[in-house]
């Protein structure tokens, strides 16, 4: 199924002249069901060549700190030694991936890429594809229905695009077949900027934003993320459909952050749903729900929106609806700094204020609470897109992603439908604490978070 997921970016043809197959490595930082590495062992293996991975490794990274850096590169160096296993030489080197890659592209016969859906993400695909003299294929392998093939425009809601992508879903998964490289590129002489292998010492020497510190509860990496699947699958898929929705004693898989940045694939966490027998089919189909339904939909939703990281970007009617609130009374307003502190009324808020500053992460449920909330105690619904945007990206592993910016608009009513009017919502969807308190335990939840 590699046809379907398979873009040839410029036409530039083949370089003779070329030494090996570079695969870029950017938003599929893995080995394992990675079809743009598998792609570049097949094309160098024709060519007869060996294949290179490369990586640019962007110090000012846009909104990215000290906790994501140490998340990537401790996931980077155990991908090296993969790669190193399989006799492919990686080569970190410093700058905006464009650039870095640009460079290193000077010797290639062919450059293959994976597909990143936010804007800079394309822009760098570009600018390779435009600067390149040889061949550029892109390979989109963090998706599960290819997103042209699911839907050809932005989608009005889950309802609308369930269908498009569950009619081709069973199609895409299936097991991704990683060849075997005939060359080594181990002792090609390439050379790279930081020795991932000691990712500790790299974190150190680089110059990134130490303004959010690191987090313990995501251990990094391929393998991290397949034991928590793991875990996840044998134990808590079954009943998944039911008590995901429980923030103090959540049945989540806790993916979010490894598919962010790509360290594992969500065609193989579809599959080890699949075959999980010991979870019923309404347990297993709540779980691809929202794995690729709504995770897609969040793609497709970026990929379709040009102004997706901007409050212009919201539907006519919730902003016509929050419009006419605009100035409404507002009972409590807080500035950016009393939310990053976690100094409300409201412990429920407060606790998942300190979950997210604390731990990187936080359930879906409170998320959808946390960011109601900020629209309710912003002065206006313009501060409150940026304050959310500005503090999801900031705190959160799985940050800056597509998710990030869906998650988002969806608060303020993207993906959504008008309810009934109300002051300062307008007729965007309002939650409130007495509907936590309805759905789970909130004082184990606020003590649970005051404790970390
Ligand atoms: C305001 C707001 C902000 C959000 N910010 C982010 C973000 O920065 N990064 C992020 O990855 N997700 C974000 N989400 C979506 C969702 O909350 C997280 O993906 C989910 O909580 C991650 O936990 P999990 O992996 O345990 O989820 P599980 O319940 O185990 O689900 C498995 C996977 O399905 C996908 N998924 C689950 N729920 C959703 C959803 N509502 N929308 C889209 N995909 C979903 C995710 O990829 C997730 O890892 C946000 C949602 C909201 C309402």
């Keep these: ?21 570079l695969y870029w490595m950017q938003q599929a930082q893995r080995v394992e069901f990675n079809h743009a590495l598998a792609y570049a062992i097949e094309r160098a293996n024709e060519l007869n060549q060996c294949v290179v991975v490369g990586f640019g490794l962007m110090e000012d990274y846009p909104e990215a700190s000290e906790r994501h850096f140490a998340f990537m590169l401790e996931g980077l160096a155990e991908t090296s030694a993969a790669l190193a296993e399989k006799r492919i030489k990686f080569v970190v080197k410093k700058g905006a991936p464009d650039a870095a890659m640009s460079g290193l592209a000077r010797h290639a016969s062919l450059v293959v890429c994976d597909r990143g859906y ?19 294929t892109q390979i989109e392998t963090d998706v599960v229905v290819p997103i042209e093939i699911a839907s050809n425009k932005a989608e009005y809601a889950a309802r609308t695009i369930r269908k498009k992508i569950n009619t081709r879903r069973d199609e895409y998964i299936h097991t991704c077949a990683m060849p075997r490289p005939k060359k080594s590129s181990l002792l090609l002489d390439v050379k790279e900027d930081v020795d991932i292998r000691d990712w500790r010492l790299v974190l150190e020497q680089l110059s990134i934003n130490r303004s959010v510190e690191r987090v313990t509860r995501f251990p990094a990496g391929p393998r991290a993320a397949h034991q928590r699947l793991k875990t996840f699958v044998d134990k808590h898929l079954k009943g998944y459909a039911d008590a995901r929705n429980d923030p103090a004693n959540p049945e989540c898989s806790e993916m979010s952050p490894y598919l962010h940045f790509g360290q594992i694939s969500p065609l193989e966490i579809a599959l080890a749903c699949q075959q999980a027998r010991q979870a019923s089919e309404a347990d297993r189909e709540a779980y691809l729900e929202e794995l690729i339904v709504r995770r897609e939909l969040a793609i497709n939703f ?18 016509n609806t929050l419009g006419a609130h ?3 009374a507002r009972a409590n307003v807080y500035t950016f700094k009393k939310l990053e502190k976690a100094q409300t009324h409201d412990p429920a808020w407060n606790a998942a204020m300190l979950e997210m500053l604390k731990t990187g992460y936080m359930h879906n449920y409170m998320r959808m609470y ?61 939650m409130n604490a007495a509907g936590l308190q309805r759905k789970f335990d909130v004082a184990r939840y606020i003590a649970w978070a005051d404790a970390l």
Aim: proline share 6%; with cysteine.
């Design 302 to 319: 970026v990929y379709y929106t040009p102004n997706y990281d901007s409050y212009e970007c919201i539907p006519d009617w919730a902003k």
């Design 1 to 21: 199924m590699i046809s379907g997921r398979l873009q040839h970016l410029n036409d530039n043809p083949v370089c003779p002249c070329g030494k090996f197959v």
């Design 370 to 430: 946390w960011g109601k909330k900020i629209i309710e105690w912003s002065a206006t619904p313009q501060i409150a897109f940026e304050t959310t945007i500005a503090l999801n990206n900031k705190y959160f592993i799985d940050g800056r992603d597509p998710n990030s910016y869906c998650g988002v608009a969806w608060l303020f009513g993207v993906h959504d439908r008008a309810w009934q009017e109300r002051p300062v919502f307008g007729k965007i969807r309002y």
């Design 118 to 136: 936010l804007r800079h993400q394309r822009e760098w695909r570009e600018e390779v594809a435009r600067t390149v003299a040889c061949q550029v």
């Design 326 to 328: 605009r100035n409404d």
